[in-house]
């Protein structure tokens, strides 16, 4: 999986990037709230990764997450050990259980990879929320926002190591592919 490997760098890519995971938790509260008929407070974020968003929800709901990658989530339980984690891949994931709000955010909906893949997930997360229920999938980038051939550089630091990722995108037909390289400098 992409970030497998690299899931205990994950965090600390998207710190050096700015992203406001307690904003955007705020606002999908709020957004979530004027939509929900359900009674109950259940959200399952699919797709959780390292469980950033959850360290906020958790404020407003009774939270559990759902990832492909096992390393994501080991960093996401040493994080969060109170919160209820599961391994499974977002179209064929079955937990026998029933939630008011499922998420699934900051893209993650794209390693579904084909449109069969994106009905396979959104039928199999609709087959886990109530009647009355909220599901918010935030989609991967639109066409007017990737570059075929576009390089990104991010270099993120915390005393201890130093993570360059290095990227470029390339557009093939309907279909997005970031290849990316990873230089992990460490004390060691």
């Not at 977002?90 to 390693?111: A, D, K, P, W």
Request: proline fraction near 2%; charged fraction near 30%.
């Amino acid at each position: 999986m992409a970030y497998g490997r690299f899931a205990e760098y994950y965090d600390l890519l998207y710190q050096v990037q700015h992203k406001d995971y307690e904003r955007e938790a705020c606002r999908l509260h709020r957004l979530i709230q004027r939509h929900k008929s359900a009674p109950g407070n259940r959200l399952l974020d699919v797709g959780c990764g390292t469980g950033e968003h959850l360290r906020y929800l958790q404020d407003f709901y009774q939270v559990e997450g759902v990832d492909i990658s096992a390393e994501m989530l080991r960093v996401a339980r040493k994080k969060l050990p109170h919160v209820t984690f599961h391994q499974g891949d977002m179209r064929t994931f079955q937990l026998n259980q029933r939630f008011e709000v499922i998420i699934s955010l900051f893209g993650s909906i794209g390693y579904v990879e084909t449109v069969e893949g994106l009905r396979e997930a959104v039928v199999n997360m609709r087959r886990h929320l109530v009647a009355g229920g909220v599901l918010v999938v935030e989609p991967w980038l639109g066409p007017e926002d990737i570059e075929d051939g576009r390089t990104h550089v991010v270099v993120a630091e915390d005393g201890e190591r130093k993570i360059i990722r290095a990227g470029v995108t390339r557009v093939k037909g309907r279909m997005t592919e970031i290849l990316f390289h990873f230089v992990i400098v460490e004390k060691e």
